[in-house]
């Protein structure tokens, strides 16, 4: 595949025109050093009206509170329940992301990865209506392809819970498991009935939630080598994409901007974890990131549009 041919769902323009001209760049790169990272939600798939995950847990209360109403007696999760925003706040969003990560409290991690997996293949948006698999961005994975193409390692970085992306990241991204980092979950380790090791999920979490500088030391923990490429779209992205920018040699710090009320959601990203000093726009502005305006830049939204658009570029 020419340079060119790459990122058919990406309209003409100094966008695809600076990220076709990093691509056409990559080969100069030592391969060792062709490293990027992509941020999940609002950056790979949908994150809007509420997060994949955040669904996936409300799906879980719902299950579990038809076995034992009284569940939905506690704050946090008759909060949730409502659909209260307000009191979701009171209680602080810390708080009630704890107790939902609690229903799971216990079980192993097969165990759980099967849980998310069977909730990504019968799941559907609900205000979309398209199945979960195909709210990803059709032009992203085009990018992810074309990055593959050229011999890069790329990783899945994440506000969201580690294991949650881990269950999922193959499926979707084609990413195995051991390279995505997100906020992380404390196991304890234990004895089946057996006698047999056992590793059983607890409801603590492991240091910082995976935003701003966290992401940054958390893939380096975890990961150990830096980007040349980051992809984000909130406040809590920043920090990564600055260190793709402080790369020596070529680089590129992708910027996804959701302005698109008619084909998805317009909305400003936001951190989730603390607030941030500027819009991230206008960082990316001051720092000269590549910004992607969904609006003006894409052809095509979600995967399942990208998959038609190329049905018919075949049969044309």
Request: some cysteine; charged content about 25%; aromatic content about 8%.
């Amino acid at each position: 595949m020419t340079n060119e041919d790459r990122l058919p769902s990406w309209r003409p323009g100094p966008t695809r025109d600076a990220v076709l001209g990093f691509l056409a760049q990559a080969p100069s790169i030592a391969p060792e050093d062709r490293v990027a990272y992509f941020d999940n939600d609002g950056t790979l798939w949908c994150e809007r009206p509420t997060y994949v995950q955040y669904e996936f847990f409300l799906d879980a209360l719902r299950r579990r509170v038809r076995d034992d109403p009284a569940l939905a007696e506690e704050a946090e999760f008759r909060a949730v329940l409502a659909g209260d925003v307000s009191a979701v706040g009171e209680i602080g969003l810390e708080r009630v992301a704890l107790a939902l990560a609690g229903l799971f409290q216990g079980i192993d991690p097969g165990a759980f990865t099967r849980e998310v997996r069977a909730f990504l293949r019968s799941g559907t948006h609900p205000t979309l209506g398209h199945p979960l698999s195909d709210i990803r961005y059709g032009p992203m994975l085009e990018l992810v392809a074309a990055l593959r193409e050229l011999d890069f390692t790329i990783g899945v970085v994440t506000g969201g819970g580690t294991e949650f992306v881990r269950s999922i990241s193959q499926e979707l991204y084609g990413v195995p498991p051991e390279r995505v980092v997100g906020t992380m979950i404390a196991y304890a380790l234990e004895q089946d009935d057996k006698g047999r090791p056992a590793l059983r999920r607890t409801g603590r979490v492991l240091g910082d939630v995976n935003e701003g500088a966290a992401k940054v030391t958390n893939i380096q923990t975890q990961l150990g080598r830096p980007p040349v490429l980051a992809a984000g779209n909130s406040a809590g992205d920043t920090e990564l994409l600055e260190w793709a920018a402080a790369a020596d040699g070529p680089h590129l710090s992708l910027l996804v901007d959701h302005d698109d009320p008619d084909r998805e959601f317009a909305y400003a990203s936001e951190a989730q974890s603390f607030a941030a000093g500027e819009p991230i726009t206008e960082t990316a502005r001051r720092l000269g990131w590549t910004t992607v305006s969904m609006k003006n830049d894409w052809a095509s939204v979600f995967a399942h549009e990208s998959r038609h658009q190329s049905t018919e570029g075949a049969g044309g």
